[in-house]
């Protein structure tokens, strides 16, 4: 799972929010005990804001000298923004106190669902099976288990089939035999939820 980051590219900015974003990030960074800069970099930070400033604001504005300290401001603000993200080494509570725009806090995936669209059929050839069930984005494998009838109640007990695929063929199960058939999707928790069963009698 990545580590929680800010953003580092404003580029896109619309030029008089550019600004105040550039300034309430100077002033929660100036001071702020969970960063540490060397000493030209918040005095040239709030000098490229104040100059960018005094270009938008003028009454006559040269789109180019402005455009100019904007490109250079967003620079400023790249550069802050990685070394930010390389300090904070994905501490939500220092990322937030910078008041940079949070990338996409990553998610805790936690237990994944009971599959849905199990089935099992048979192979082309005597003693296969053919397990399949729909793909979930989130699994990083796909457990299928079987066994003989009666089956055990301890599921460990039962014969296991990993597989980074949602359709698995397997041979040599013992043919004339009903078996008990389920499967579970497995992502990054411990815990997984079986579906219902099914039965098959293999050929």
């Not at 030029?15 to 300034?23: G, I, K, R, S």
């Not at 460990?156 to 199960?173: E, Y």
Request: net charge positive.
């Amino acid at each position: 799972m990545n580590k929680a980051e800010v953003i580092t590219d404003y580029a896109k900015l619309p030029d008089h929010d550019l600004d105040n974003f550039a300034q309430k990030v100077y002033n929660s960074l100036n001071p702020n005990s969970n960063f540490t800069w060397a000493a030209t970099i918040m005095p040239n930070f709030t000098t490229d804001i104040t100059s960018y400033k005094s270009k938008l604001e003028a009454a006559t504005v040269n789109t180019t000298a402005k455009n100019t300290a904007k490109t250079k401001l967003v620079k400023t603000l790249h550069t802050i923004a990685e070394s930010v993200n390389t300090q904070a080494d994905g501490d939500i509570n220092k990322l937030k106190s910078t008041a940079f725009t949070l990338a996409k806090e990553p998610t805790k995936i936690g237990i994944l669902p009971k599959p849905e669209g199990f089935k099992v059929e048979a192979g082309e050839n005597p003693g296969q099976i053919k397990f399949s069930v729909n793909a979930h984005s989130n699994a990083t494998m796909y457990l299928f288990y079987c066994s003989p009838e009666p089956a055990p109640a301890d599921i460990t007990k039962w014969q296991a089939i990993i597989s980074s695929s949602r359709i698995k063929t397997v041979s040599k199960f013992a043919s004339g035999i009903r078996h008990k058939c389920v499967c579970a999707y497995k992502g990054a928790a411990d815990e997984v939820i079986y579906s219902e069963p099914l039965y098959i009698y293999v050929q």
